[in-house]
């Protein structure tokens, strides 16, 4: 059954976000991009273990991936944040715990106490994380620890809620002064662009992103790259 044209049914199906009806898509176009590049190679590998006849992906056109503009914090605009206080306080604590170590809204709801580990080195979290599902080992810092609250049993941001990262999440940013769409997600940038500010290496920072790929991360130095300041004062007409 499968054949160039269900390819291609499927193609047309994903270029509309998975929707039937074409209406409004779900899907970011870099994740059918993504997708499409699964299933491509899904039907190459089929091919080779002579599950199909013919090397379908001859006849199939690749769907181009997009670059993407990185919304993130400065350190400044962070330290603003920290100084303004927000009507969920489980929610200010959570955020700045992403800026100060990069994970994800789903990795800090599922985190609990029994994950942050002491060593003889200081404190790692020892995560499996949900998009990746990969366990991971990442150090965090002690002012990074602290905005956990008191250790306990269970969840360590226990109240923090979905809900949160909406509205609530946005009046506490505009309240800071940031007039710009921030949303949770910026805070795993922010952490990643604060890095590369500071010279981290980027496969250091891949491996704190808990990133598969070091391409993932390029673009958090495409972004931060010094040398493109420098060639934009380069010509001068005074």
């Known amino acids: ?10 193609q047309a199906y994903l270029l ?17 991009a993504g997708y499409w590049s699964t299933f491509r190679t899904l039907l190459k590998e089929a091919y080779q273990e002579k599950l ?35 009507k969920h306080e489980v929610l200010r604590r959570a955020s700045l715990f992403s800026c100060m170590t990069g994970l994800r809204i789903s990795d800090i709801q599922q985190l609990r106490w029994e994950h942050i580990v002491k060593t003889e080195d200081g404190y790692v979290m020892r995560i499996r994380t949900e998009k990746t599902d990969e366990e991971a080992t990442l150090p965090i810092s002690e002012e990074a620890l602290a905005f956990c609250g008191e ?56 491996k704190m992103l808990t990133h598969r790929n070091v391409k993932n991360t390029q673009i958090y130095a495409e972004v931060m790259d010094p040398n493109k300041r420098e060639a934009a004062n380069v010509i001068s007409l005074k």
């Open 1 to 10: 059954e499968i054949n160039e044209d269900f390819c291609k049914k499927f």
């Open 16 to 32: 509309k976000g998975g929707r039937r009806d074409g209406r409004k898509s779900k899907l970011a176009h870099n994740s059918i």
């Open 52 to 86: 199909l006849r013919e090397n379908i992906n001859d006849f199939l056109e690749k769907i181009e991936w997009k670059d993407t503009k990185i919304e993130f914090l400065s350190l400044d605009e962070v330290k603003k944040l920290a100084a303004t206080p927000c």
């Open 151 to 206: 250790r306990e049993e269970g969840l360590v941001f226990k109240t923090l809620k979905r809900s949160m990262i909406n509205y609530p999440l946005r009046a506490w940013i505009k309240e800071a002064g940031i007039n710009r769409r921030i949303t949770f997600h910026c805070f795993r940038h922010t952490y990643a662009t604060l890095l590369t500010s500071a010279g981290v290496p980027i496969y250091t920072i891949a």
